[in-house]
């Protein structure tokens, strides 16, 4: 019976609580939960509701583009425009972003008319680089988004024995971000009824024969439509 305990014992590892704790488990059970996070609030992260600035960005003719070219090319092209895209990001010292493929969810914590400022100069920064860089790949990708203003939840989830951890955003803002960029045409930078109302009034309104039909479904809201206003506009070929 000892020398079975004796094994019990070293098959276990001590598990470290949050409480400061230690408790005797099986390396299997360990093992198992280290792949399995728990979802769990930060409460030194988890900040709540903030008015915040939303920038949603896409490549128009990128799938196009990429289902015809070489997949070493279309991961080139995605390097070179991922590098270029964080660089911006980190030179307007923006809260959070989220890489999307050929597009992005950029986010400044504080809405203010020098986040605006910054969200319209990382947007034409951008737009330079992708033409750029489509340029020398034989691409015709451009650049288009969209700016919102909402309250915005900061959250963080994360697994106290693998110690993974996911940070992102909840919010309406995001969601009528997100679809208020597919509104826009190449070079375009859209904005909400109430970003451009609060920081940038007078700005011209998108024409109406431009808005999609509307939907009950993950569409944004009917002033979201009727308001919607352009932003920055750069002819594109």
Request: aromatic share 10%; net charge negative; charged share 25%.
């Amino acid at each position: 019976m000892e020398d079975s305990a004796l094994t019990s014992r070293a098959a276990c590892v001590d598990l470290d609580l949050p409480t400061g704790e230690a408790v005797l488990v099986e390396a299997e059970v360990v093992a198992l939960m280290e792949r399995t996070p728990v979802s769990l609030r930060d409460e030194k992260y988890d900040k709540g509701y903030r008015d915040a600035l939303a920038l949603c960005i896409d490549l128009r003719g990128f799938s196009t583009w990429s289902r015809d070219a070489e997949p070493p090319t279309v991961a080139s092209f995605l390097e070179r425009y991922s590098q270029e895209l964080l660089a911006g990001v980190n030179w307007f010292a923006v809260s959070y972003y989220k890489l999307l493929g050929d597009g992005a969810l950029v986010i400044w914590d504080v809405a203010s008319p020098g986040a605006v400022d910054a969200a319209r100069e990382l947007f034409r920064l951008l737009r330079e680089v992708v033409e750029e860089v489509s340029s020398s790949y034989g691409s015709t990708c451009a650049l288009a988004g969209a700016l919102t203003v909402d309250s915005l939840y900061k959250y963080e989830i994360f697994g106290e024995c693998s110690g993974l951890k996911y940070r992102d955003y909840l919010g309406y803002g995001i969601n009528s971000a997100f679809r208020l960029q597919s509104m826009a045409a190449p070079g375009e930078l859209l904005t909400s009824p109430a970003l451009a109302l609060r920081f940038v009034p007078g700005l011209p309104r998108l024409p109406s024969e431009r808005k999609p039909l509307r939907t009950s479904l993950k569409g944004p809201k009917d002033e979201d439509y009727d308001g919607v206003s352009i932003l920055e506009a750069f002819p594109h070929a």
